[in-house]
């Protein structure tokens, strides 16, 4: 690839940590209004709700069957009150054997 | 110190988990793009934002300028900015360099386990832990995947694909029961996401950001009305 590759992963790199680092090091110990803290409280449920969908469908490319199968389970298992860990290795385990017979 | 460390590690597992295919098909895929193991695994370490380099390899491939490239990243992580600023009022406070030193672990996954981690204010050892695993995962299954990615069975490589899904839903699901308010957040913010995706209205980051963005406020509109906080309304829960 030679050293343009390096220039670009420099950057890739440089305008992938600011947006991490800046708010996390620069808003420290300051006072948000109570409207601003409460929206940002929001926003790990939020993001969650967006990260699942519909990108959860599009896991095995052409067939959506295997995303609901897998989010259907997950969903269950968690339900069910399964921590983090029985619900991934469950839902795992759950589309191997799918898998494997289809 | 060292048990918050150590709980941190323990809870960034299913991340590890779920990174092993991902990592193990970027470094496959990095192979083929025609990386050499060097350049594939200092991207995953340098950067380490999957959607975005998985991005870059199709953008290499296409032989779209390295400047391109950049400023596609730059889209696509931009949602970090959000889930910092929400990390930084939980976290417990804490010198600078080190808040600088550890945000670079942030990602999703990393974020999604150490926010909604329920012990009041999250302690640096924790998120580290968290971190430590995740990065290390990434990192190595990276190499690996350059390695040896053709030859995993294929049956597990589609099952475990569900990892980081499966893990975000065990993450929100205990949050939503009886909390409406955890529902509907969770809720209208894939639904906006759907919607943005379905029309090809943004990019998966731009959307990813606005639909959170978007979810957030409009719900604490309506709640701020009523007067109730997401930890409110869960301290509520578990005082009935």
């Not at chain 2, 340098?46 to 490239?69: D, H, M, N, W």
């Not at chain 2, 029961?177 to 913010?189: D, E, F, M, S, T």
Request: include cysteine; charge should be positive.
């Amino acid at each position: 690839m030679g050293p343009t590759y390096w220039w670009m992963l420099f950057g890739m790199a440089l305008v992938t940590y600011i947006p991490r680092m800046v708010p996390l090091t620069f808003l420290d110990g300051k006072e948000l209004p109570p409207i601003v803290a409460g929206v940002l409280r929001n926003i790990p449920y939020a993001v969650l709700g967006a990260l699942i969908f519909p990108a959860v469908l599009f896991v095995q490319e052409g067939n959506i069957l295997f995303g609901v199968i897998g989010a259907g389970v997950a969903f269950l298992i968690a339900l069910l009150g399964g921590g983090v860990m029985p619900v991934v290795l469950g839902t795992i385990g759950v589309l191997a054997v799918y898998s494997l017979f289809m | 110190m060292n048990k918050q460390f150590s709980a941190g590690l323990k809870a960034g597992v299913s991340i590890a988990i779920g990174y092993f295919p991902v990592a193990l098909t970027f470094g496959l895929l990095a192979k083929t793009a025609g990386l050499s193991i060097v350049e594939a695994i200092a991207m995953s370490l340098f950067v380490y934002a999957g959607a975005s380099q998985y991005i870059a390899l199709s953008l290499i491939t296409a032989g779209v300028a390295p400047f391109v490239i950049v400023m596609n990243t730059f889209v696509v992580n931009i949602r970090h900015f959000l889930m910092t600023a929400s990390l930084n009022e939980k976290m417990q406070p804490e010198r600078k360099w080190v808040k600088a030193l550890y945000s670079f672990g942030i990602t999703d996954e990393s974020f999604s386990v150490i926010s909604t981690h329920k012990d009041g204010r999250i302690s640096t050892a924790f998120a580290m832990g968290v971190i430590i695993i995740a990065y290390g995962s990434w990192v190595v299954f990276t190499g690996v995947g350059h390695v040896i990615g053709a030859n995993l069975p294929l049956f597990l490589k589609a099952a475990m694909s569900i990892a980081l899904y499966a893990m975000f839903i065990g993450l929100l699901v205990p949050s939503m029961k009886g909390n409406r308010k955890v529902v509907i957040l969770a809720g209208l913010a894939a639904a906006i996401h759907c919607v943005l995706y379905f029309t090809g209205l943004l990019s998966t980051g731009w959307s990813i950001l606005v639909a959170t963005l978007v979810s957030s406020v409009v719900v604490e509109f309506i709640y701020v009305r009523s007067g109730k906080t997401v930890e409110s309304s869960l301290a509520k829960e578990v005082n009935e």
